[in-house]
């Protein structure tokens, strides 16, 4: 016998909220491959002469941030009935966490003025005030721009993201899983991870959504560049 179960409040404004964006944005999405390898590198690095743990969410939030303040309509949102383009001065990159019954968007506000320690710091904050139930409206609230880490999920080599409106784009970065590759002109096992950006086309068409995550896979792949 089928039984009803009444949708938790955060389920039904996560229903509300995602039929909206489905309805809303015309939805692309483009995935690039980098070498993983000196990001690996440059995080253990950091970490033994820093005395911190920055993670992978760490650097990608830093290369998402430098990439949106050089594309600033990836950093914008879009009055369908003014026809205007709203580009936001403040860079304030959202990261998706998993709760009990659904996610939640916390939020990096100036994230492109934080360096990589700070950004270990405020994240680790986030995270913990959401899990607890300490967090502040600001803490969800206002974000530009979302990431989604997806590396978690082994087997997941990509998915099909909802913008989380009013943004215009979405990133998502998966596992780091060992392939096959060419290495002066030898074939050799590398360590490499996927990343996908969906972008809402009424503002962000191919060419400028692929110019985007090239830029934000170089950063990654020349991860010294994040140290500013």
């Known amino acids: 016998m089928d039984m009803e179960k009444k949708a938790t409040r955060m389920r039904r404004t996560i229903a ?35 005395g911190c743990k920055i993670s992978f ?6 290369a998402a941030s430098i990439a949106l303040k050089e594309y600033p309509y990836a950093n914008s949102s879009f009055d369908a009935e003014r026809g205007m383009h709203i580009l936001h001065e403040d860079i304030n990159v959202g990261f998706a966490v998993a709760v009990e019954g659904g996610l939640m968007v916390a939020n990096v506000r100036n994230a492109d003025r ?16 959401i899990k607890s139930g300490k967090m502040t409206l600001d803490d969800i609230t206002g974000s530009t721009f979302t990431i989604n880490n997806m590396g978690t999920y ?28 060419v290495k002066d002109g030898r074939l050799a096992v590398q360590k490499c991870m996927n990343l ?3 972008t809402d086309h009424r503002v962000l068409d191919g060419s400028l959504s692929c110019a985007i995550l090239d830029r934000i896979c170089g950063l990654l792949e020349n991860p010294e560049e994040l140290k500013a």
């Open 16 to 50: 509300s909220n995602m039929a909206n964006s489905w309805h809303t944005s015309p939805k692309c999405d483009y995935e690039m491959k980098i070498n993983a390898e000196p990001m690996i590198a440059f995080r253990k690095k950091f970490n033994e002469e820093n």
């Open 196 to 198: 996908m950006i969906s």
């Open 154 to 181: 082994k087997r997941l080599i990509h998915h099909n993201a909802i913008i989380n409106q009013p943004e215009v784009a979405i990133l998502s970065f998966y596992n780091i899983v060992d392939e096959p590759a």
């Open 57 to 62: 969410l760490n650097l990608v939030t830093k």
């Open 114 to 129: 934080k360096s990589l320690a700070d950004l270990s710091d405020i994240t680790n904050g986030l995270i913990e005030g």
